[in-house]
Structure formats: C-alpha cells, structure tokens
C-alpha cells in the first residue's frame, strides 16, 4: 500500500502564495506520474498539475503561469507552488501517485486531501 501525506494547505489572502507538498512511502519501485487535484463541493475533481517522472509537466487551463509543479524523485515527493492566489482557487487539494510496486503491481492513490482557502 502507498500512503499520500500532503501539507502546507491553510487560509490565505487573494493574490498570496502557499506551497503544498506531498510525500509518498511504502514499498514502492518507481512512481511515473505525481501530482495535484482541487475539488470544491458538489463538483468533480479537476487536475491542477502533474508531473511524470521524466519531468513534462501538465497544468489545468486555469492555474496556468500561477502554480508549478515539482518533484523530487530520491523523495518521493511532489510540490505544488501556488502564486497569486485567487478566491476560485479555494478548494480541498488532493495529492495523486501512481507506479509500481517492488513487486511490479502497480498503484493509484491518493492523499487525504488539503484544505486551501483563499480570502478576497
């Protein structure tokens, strides 16, 4: 089994900055794709950034030239930098992994989810 612990989500005020992060453990060989998800009460979740192991990255349309996504493999660990923070970015962030285990089975999990809230 993996395990998602995110932190760093919290109150901010518009135009500020937060910086999540997230860090996967258990028995795991390698991790392709790492990243972030939003969703807000009675909608979907949506992608805000993931990153593959390669390094491309894929933004959603809007958090495009504000967040950035960023990984440390030797971690297991993936980042999200929030920067000018709007009330629509208000949301609960869900960390997402997915790979193979030693044992070549593969994962797909996700964190707990993080709370961010953006004041106006």
């Known amino acids: 089994q993996v395990q998602l612990v995110e932190s760093g989500g919290g109150l901010v005020q518009a135009g500020g900055s937060l910086r999540l992060s997230c860090a996967a453990s258990g028995n795991i060989f390698v991790i392709y794709n790492m990243g972030w998800y939003r969703q807000t009460p009675g909608n979907q979740r949506s992608l805000v950034a993931i990153m593959t192991s390669g390094g491309s990255t894929n933004y959603g349309d809007s958090v495009k030239g504000r967040f950035t996504v960023s990984r440390d493999n030797d971690k297991n660990t993936v980042y999200l930098q929030m920067n000018s923070l709007e009330p629509e970015d208000t949301a609960v962030y869900y960390c997402?992994?997915?790979?193979?285990?030693?044992?070549?089975?593969?994962?797909?999990?996700w964190g707990q989810g993080t709370q961010v809230t953006v004041s106006s």
């Open positions: 997402n992994a997915n790979g193979r285990f030693m044992s070549m089975r593969t994962f797909d999990s």
